[in-house]
């Protein structure tokens, strides 16, 4: 069994932030765990990145693990199909991602060495073949081991990004986001987010067919109790990030139990 490494978890801590004259992070010296969930194309990953840069926490992209183990069973040339093979193959790998929101990088030891996949795993066949690998119960059982793992050497300061994080890998988060968007706002954006590459049929499979799919095992569609839900159908980014901070600070500002 692969552990986490202080090396690849300190890396990503190491961009140094400037702080604003007379302001200091929020909740500073204290847990500040913020989970965002939703579906494909409402924004999760560009908008958890800027959240993380104004909170000054760790960013987790969980479904670029995901990513990683889909490609590298195809590198492997495993039948995505054969459960058994993908969970040992999703347990087997070496596997090294920054948490920086500033530094897109992840990477997989193979028997040359470390490759970079950062650009790979983004790639539509990767696109095609993750729901396999995400709806792998043993393959979840083993990434959400190490995102917690991730979540507790950040000192539980970390903005963690995916599709079941307010219910299963953070359900104990200070804060708990389901970031949301109409299927016409959603299609819309990941076609931009694409280039204008992708057909209306494609774009209907990346998006639609695969929440579809991922939703069998994963809750990310509906808020659940305690979560808070931010539907940015109507808003742009900035109007985006902003309800979303809004959320943070009301959230840390409540009264134990209340």
Same mark, same amino acid.
């Given at each position: 069994?692969?552990?986490?490494?202080?090396? *690849?978890?300190?890396?990503?801590?190491?961009?140094?932030? !400037?702080?604003?004259?007379?302001?200091?992070?929020?909740?500073?010296?204290?847990?500040? %765990?913020?989970?965002?969930?939703?579906?494909?194309?409402?924004?999760?990953?560009?908008?958890?990145?800027?959240?993380?840069?104004?909170?000054? @926490?760790?960013?987790?992209?969980?479904?670029?693990?995901?990513?990683?183990?889909?490609?590298?069973?195809?590198?492997?040339? @495993?039948?995505?199909?054969?459960?058994?093979? %993908?969970?040992?193959?999703?347990?087997?790998?070496?596997?090294? @991602?920054?948490?920086?929101?500033?530094?897109?990088?992840?990477?997989?030891?193979?028997?040359?060495?470390? !490759?970079?996949?950062?650009?790979?795993?983004?790639?539509?066949?990767?696109?095609?073949?993750? *729901?396999? =690998?995400?709806?792998?119960?043993?393959?979840?059982?083993?990434?959400?081991?190490?995102?917690?793992?991730? =979540?507790?050497?950040?000192?539980?300061?970390?903005?963690?990004?995916?599709?079941?994080?307010?219910?299963?890998?953070?359900?104990?988060?200070?804060?708990?986001?389901?970031?949301?968007?109409?299927?016409?706002?959603?299609?819309?954006?990941?076609?931009?987010?694409?280039?204008? +590459?992708?057909?209306?049929?494609?774009?209907?499979?990346?998006? =639609?067919?695969?929440?579809?799919?991922?939703? !069998?095992?994963?809750?990310?569609?509906?808020?659940?109790?305690?979560?808070?839900?931010?539907?940015? *159908?109507?808003?742009?980014?900035?109007? +985006?990030?902003?309800?979303?901070?809004? %959320?943070?600070?009301?959230?840390? *500002?409540?009264?134990?139990?209340?």
């Amino acid at each position: 069994m692969t552990e986490l490494n202080s090396q *690849s978890t300190a890396q990503g801590t190491s961009v140094r932030y !400037t702080p604003v004259p007379g302001t200091e992070p929020l909740r500073l010296g204290r847990p500040l %765990v913020v989970a965002i969930d939703g579906p494909s194309g409402s924004g999760k990953s560009s908008v958890s990145k800027e959240v993380a840069r104004r909170l000054r @926490l760790a960013y987790l992209d969980t479904g670029a693990m995901y990513r990683a183990v889909a490609w590298d069973c195809l590198e492997q040339g @495993l039948d995505l199909a054969d459960g058994a093979a %993908v969970e040992a193959a999703a347990r087997g790998l070496d596997l090294e @991602l920054s948490t920086s929101p500033d530094v897109e990088r992840v990477l997989v030891r193979g028997p040359h060495g470390m !490759t970079d996949v950062t650009a790979a795993i983004r790639e539509p066949r990767i696109s095609a073949a993750v *729901s396999a =690998v995400a709806t792998n119960l043993g393959v979840r059982d083993e990434l959400i081991r190490r995102q917690r793992a991730i =979540v507790a050497a950040h000192g539980r300061r970390m903005v963690v990004e995916g599709r079941d994080i307010t219910t299963v890998v953070a359900r104990d988060a200070e804060v708990r986001i389901l970031l949301t968007a109409s299927e016409e706002a959603r299609l819309r954006r990941r076609g931009a987010q694409l280039g204008g +590459t992708q057909s209306a049929e494609q774009l209907h499979e990346q998006v =639609v067919a695969r929440d579809a799919k991922d939703s !069998t095992v994963a809750s990310f569609t509906q808020a659940a109790d305690g979560v808070f839900t931010v539907d940015s *159908s109507d808003l742009d980014f900035d109007q +985006t990030i902003d309800a979303v901070l809004g %959320v943070v600070h009301a959230a840390v *500002s409540r009264p134990a139990g209340a």
